[in-house]
């Protein structure tokens, strides 16, 4: 089963709004990692958080870990029509729980419309 | 971009016959892995490679053979192709910080089995 689960599932957002991600997950990690895929394409990697860090800043985008809660929030800034995309959170359970091998949730889908 | 090619991008089979899919990169990581995505599945691992000749299974790796002979390649076969693995199958490269660091992902191969 899947680690993370991301919700909401599908997001849509004027230009210029904040939009907001969430993840949970089940078990204890060693970092959890947000990644960005256009329809079509791979996915890119965003940001990796590690579990002993509660907040993480990259540009526009803003990540905040709560491992009391298993949980994890993504946040876009200012938000653009071309941050269109979904957006997957995946964690790395470590080498006792999942040999360091990513599970990623299903993702959001984020539309910002112009 | 991480150097990470797919072959072939598209491939329609039919149910029964054999398919290999192809993954090249240019970038020496160690750890390479093949994923499947799926509408309400997200992606899940299928095989990943920890070294030349040294590969292991993941969550759903029945009906899937992987080889990598060399550091640059790593081959995905379906031994004998069905309709549910039609699928888009990605494959991606993680670097020096080992499996569970950020992953890089290649283009994707779309693969329809009739």
């Known amino acids: 089963s899947q680690q993370g689960e991301e919700d909401p599932q599908a997001l849509s957002i004027q230009e210029g709004e904040n939009a907001t991600m969430n993840c949970s997950y089940k078990?204890?990690?060693?970092?959890l990692q947000w990644y960005r895929q256009n329809s079509g394409r791979g996915l890119v990697h965003l940001i990796l958080?590690?579990?002993?860090?509660r907040e993480k800043h990259s540009g526009r985008l803003r990540v905040t870990l709560d491992t009391s809660k298993k949980s994890s929030s993504l946040l876009i800034t200012a938000s653009r029509a071309a941050d269109t995309a979904s957006y997957f959170c995946?964690?790395?359970?470590?080498?006792?729980?999942?040999?360091?091998?990513?599970?990623f949730g299903e993702g959001t889908q984020l539309t910002v419309n112009p | 971009d991480a150097g990470i090619t797919q072959s072939p991008r598209h491939k329609v089979t039919e149910t029964g016959t054999p398919v290999t899919l192809r993954c090249h990169q240019t970038?020496?990581?160690?750890?390479m892995y093949w994923y499947r995505q799926d509408p309400g599945h997200g992606l899940r691992l299928i095989h990943y490679?920890?070294?030349?000749?040294?590969?292991d299974k993941g969550e759903v790796s029945d009906g899937y053979s992987v080889s990598r002979s060399k550091t640059e390649d790593f081959l995905l076969t379906l031994e004998s192709a069905t309709s549910s693995q039609t699928s888009v199958y990605f494959c991606?490269?993680?670097?020096?910080?080992?499996?569970?660091?950020?992953?890089?992902f290649g283009p994707g191969t779309r693969l329809t089995v009739t």
């Open positions: 991606a490269i993680s670097g020096i910080q080992g499996a569970g660091g950020e992953q890089y």
């Open positions: 078990t204890s990690i060693n970092n």
């Open positions: 958080i590690r579990s002993n860090e």
């Open positions: 995946a964690t790395d359970g470590g080498w006792e729980t999942s040999g360091s091998r990513l599970t």
């Open positions: 970038e020496n990581h160690r750890y």
């Open positions: 490679s920890y070294g030349v000749k040294d590969t």
